[in-house]
C-alpha cells in the first residue's frame, strides 16, 4: 500500500513539473511570436496569447496549434494610424522538422478573423474634417447621421448626406491583408477580414521553444 501512495505521489510530482514545463514554453512562444510581429512593424506593441493545451504534446503529435488571438496596438500604416489590430485564428500549422531543432514555426491556418480599429483622430487627420465617429453613426459639424459605408477593394467610403463623400484608403499592412468589412464603432473606423492563411507578419515565424 505505501508502495502505492509513493508510486501516485512521484506520479503527481511528475505531471505537475510536465504541466509546468508545458505552460514555461507556451509563454516563451508567444512572446517570440510577439516580438516577431513588433519587428515587422517597429512602431507598434504587440501581444500574443495562445489556448492550446497540452501546448508541447499537441505540437508534437498532430502539429497544430488550437487558437491563437494576436493584439497589436498604434500599428501605423502610411497616413493612418490603426488604435488596435486584433488577429483570431484557428487551427494553426506548424512544421514539425523544426520542431527537432528547439523551433516553432508557423507555416498556415485553417481559418481567421481580424478587426482593426482606425482612430477616429487620425481620419480627423487625413482628412480635415472635424469627423465623429458613433456607434453606426458618422458625425460632422455637430450632426450626427447613420453611417453609409462602401467598400471598394483597399478603399473605404464614407457618404455623409448632402455633404461631398470622404474616401479613407488602406495601405498596405502586414498584419491585414484585406478589406473585407468595415462599420463605425465609438471613436473609430473599424475594419475586418476573413483569411486561411498567414499575415505576413506572421508567415513563417519561427521562435525558440
Same mark, same amino acid.
Given at each position: 500500500?505505501?508502495?502505492?501512495?509513493?508510486?501516485?505521489?512521484?506520479?503527481?510530482?511528475?505531471?505537475?513539473?510536465?504541466?509546468?514545463?508545458?505552460?514555461?514554453?507556451?509563454?516563451?512562444?508567444?512572446?517570440?511570436?510577439?516580438?516577431?510581429?513588433?519587428?515587422?512593424?517597429?512602431?507598434?506593441?504587440?501581444?500574443?496569447?495562445?489556448?492550446?493545451?497540452?501546448?508541447?504534446?499537441?505540437?508534437?503529435?498532430?502539429?497544430?496549434?488550437?487558437?491563437?488571438?494576436?493584439?497589436?496596438?498604434?500599428?501605423?500604416?502610411?497616413?493612418?494610424?490603426?488604435?488596435?489590430?486584433?488577429?483570431?485564428?484557428?487551427?494553426?500549422?506548424?512544421?514539425?522538422?523544426?520542431?527537432?531543432?528547439?523551433?516553432?514555426?508557423?507555416?498556415?491556418?485553417?481559418?481567421?478573423?481580424?478587426?482593426?480599429?482606425?482612430?477616429?483622430?487620425?481620419?480627423?487627420?487625413? +482628412?480635415?474634417? =472635424?469627423?465623429?465617429?458613433? &456607434?453606426?453613426?458618422? #458625425? *460632422?459639424?455637430?450632426?450626427?447621421?447613420?453611417? /453609409?459605408? !462602401?467598400?471598394?477593394?483597399?478603399?473605404?467610403?464614407?457618404?455623409?448626406?448632402?455633404?461631398?463623400?470622404?474616401?479613407? +484608403?488602406?495601405? =498596405?499592412?502586414?498584419?491585414? &491583408?484585406?478589406?473585407? #468589412? *468595415?462599420?463605425?464603432?465609438?471613436?473609430?473606423? /473599424?475594419? !475586418?477580414?476573413?483569411?486561411?492563411?498567414?499575415?505576413?507578419?506572421?508567415?513563417?515565424?519561427?521562435?525558440?521553444?
Amino acid at each position: 500500500m505505501r508502495r502505492l501512495i509513493s508510486l501516485v505521489v512521484v506520479l503527481g510530482v511528475l505531471l505537475g513539473l510536465l504541466s509546468i514545463a508545458d505552460v514555461v514554453i507556451r509563454h516563451q512562444v508567444e512572446g517570440g511570436i510577439a516580438a516577431r510581429v513588433d519587428r515587422s512593424d517597429p512602431d507598434a506593441r504587440a501581444s500574443v496569447a495562445i489556448s492550446s493545451f497540452p501546448f508541447v504534446g499537441r505540437l508534437a503529435v498532430s502539429g497544430t496549434i488550437s487558437e491563437m488571438r494576436v493584439d497589436a496596438r498604434g500599428v501605423p500604416a502610411g497616413p493612418l494610424v490603426f488604435s488596435r489590430v486584433d488577429l483570431d485564428l484557428t487551427d494553426l500549422r506548424i512544421r514539425r522538422s523544426a520542431l527537432l531543432h528547439g523551433h516553432v514555426e508557423l507555416v498556415g491556418l485553417r481559418s481567421g478573423v481580424i478587426t482593426a480599429d482606425i482612430s477616429q483622430e487620425s481620419v480627423d487627420h487625413l +482628412t480635415g474634417l =472635424p469627423i465623429t465617429f458613433g &456607434p453606426g453613426t458618422v #458625425g *460632422v459639424g455637430g450632426l450626427q447621421l447613420p453611417a /453609409q459605408l !462602401s467598400i471598394h477593394g483597399p478603399a473605404v467610403t464614407i457618404r455623409l448626406a448632402a455633404l461631398p463623400s470622404v474616401t479613407v +484608403t488602406i495601405p =498596405p499592412l502586414n498584419l491585414l &491583408p484585406c478589406v473585407g #468589412g *468595415v462599420v463605425v464603432v465609438p471613436r473609430a473606423l /473599424q475594419v !475586418s477580414c476573413r483569411v486561411t492563411s498567414l499575415p505576413s507578419a506572421l508567415a513563417e515565424a519561427s521562435v525558440g521553444a
